[in-house]
C-alpha cells in the first residue's frame, strides 16, 4: 500500500483504532499523576524530559511495529525465534505485569466515577469493569475497542486542550527550555520513569498486534504501519505536552498543588469548582482506555501458548477484566503487586526491543527485508535508556522488600 493510496473505511478504522489503543494504553491514572507532579517540581524544564522521551519512543516504538507487521509474529513469537524460550517467559512477565498494572486502572476508574458522580470508588470499579466486558462480549470486540478508544482519546485530547489554552501558560519559556532546561542531570530520572509508563511492558505491542490480528503485514503495508506508529507516538505527545502546558500554567503562578491529587487540585485551579469534575471525566477516560488496552495486549500474548487462547480470545480477555476488577474490590490496591509489576515492565521492554532489534538483521526471521540504519540507532538508544529503567525499577523492589 503506497503512501498516497486512498484508505478504505475499515482501514482508517484500522488506523486510528491502532493509533488510539497505544496511546490510550499509554495516557493512564500514572500517567495523569506523573506528568503533573514532575511539572510542578521542574516546571518549564520538563518540557526537555517530554521531548526525550518522545525521540526515545520513536526508537522503541518504530523498530518493534516494522519488525513484527514485516514477519507478521507477534512479539512473543520473534522473540522466540531469536533466543528459544524467551517469547514464552516475556509473555508471562508481560501477563503478570499487565494482571498488577489493571487493577491500578480500575482503582482509576473508579475513582473518575466517584469524582464525577460521587459513587463509591468500588462501585465505580465494578461499572468500569462491566462496561469492558460488554466491549468484548461481542463478535466484533475488536472493532467497538475501535470506536471507544478514539471517541475517548480524542475527548481526553479536546479537554486537555481547552485547559491549556485557558491557563494561558508561558509557552515562549517552555519552548526555550524544551532544548535547554536549567538542570538536565536532574531530569534523568522523570525522562526514565515517563518512557517506562508510554513504552513499558505490554504497551509498546498493543498497536502492532492490533494490525497483526487485521493481517495488516508484510513489506508492501509498512508505509501504513510507519504512519500508525508516529501518529500514535505524536498522540501521546501531544497529551503529556498539552497537560505539561495546562499545569504549568497554573503552577507558574505560585499556587501549591494538593499533595493527595495533584492533577484534580490543578484542575480546579483552572476551571474552579468544576475542575475536579472535569478531571474524573479526563481520569475515567485515560483508565477505561487503559483498562481495554491492558486486557486486550495482554490477551494476545497468552495465544502463543495453546490454540484455545486465540479461539476464545475474547473470553480471556474477560476474564482478565473480571479478575483485575475483583482483586481491587476485594483486596484493593496492593501496591506491592504494583511495584513488582513496575519492575517487570522495566526489564522487559530492553529484553525485547534487543530481540527485535537482533531479528532485524536476521534473514532467517524478516527475509529480504532491510530494516534502516537510524530506525536500529535509535532503537539502542532506546534499550540503554529503559535499561537504566529497568535497574531503577529493581532498586525500588529491592527497597520495598527490604521495609
Known sequence: MENNTKLTAGQRRLLFGA????????????????????TEKFLASFAFAILVSIIIDIGAQLNIWRVLTVTGKRGQDVANEVV??????????????????????????????NALFGLDVKIGAVITGLLAIIIFSSKSGAKVMDVITQILGALMLVIVGIVMIKVNPPYAEAAYRMVAPENPAALVMP???????????????????????????????????T??????????????????????GVVATGVKLNADNPPASAFQYALGDIGPKIFGLVLLAAALTSVIGAAYTSASFLKGFHPVFSKYNNIVIICFIVFSTIVFVFIGKPVKLL????AFNGLILPVTLTAILIASRKKSIVGDYKHPTWMLVF???????????????IQSLLDLWNQ
Open 19 to 38: 493509533i488510539f489503543l497505544m496511546a490510550t494504553s499509554a495516557i493512564g491514572p500514572a500517567f495523569l499523576t506523573q506528568t503533573t507532579v514532575f
Open 84 to 113: 528459544k524460550g524467551l517469547g514464552t517467559v516475556i509473555s508471562i512477565l508481560i501477563v503478570l505485569g499487565g494482571l498488577a498494572f489493571n487493577i491500578g486502572n480500575v482503582a482509576g476508574a473508579g475513582l473518575g466515577f
Open 191 to 225: 525522562i526514565i520513569t515517563i518512557v517506562g509508563g508510554t513504552v513499558g511492558g505490554y504497551i509498546t505491542f498493543a498497536g502492532a498486534h492490533r494490525l497483526i490480528e487485521d493481517g495488516m503485514v508484510g513489506q508492501k503495508n509498512l508505509p501504513f504501519v
Open 227 to 248: 504512519r500508525a506508529a508516529n501518529l500514535g507516538i505524536l498522540t501521546t505527545g501531544f497529551m503529556r505536552l498539552f497537560l505539561f502546558l495546562a499545569v504549568l
Open 339 to 342: 511495584i513488582l509489576a513496575g
Open 379 to 393: 532503537g539502542v538508544i532506546a534499550v540503554l535508556v529503559t535499561l537504566g529503567a529497568g535497574v531503577l525499577s
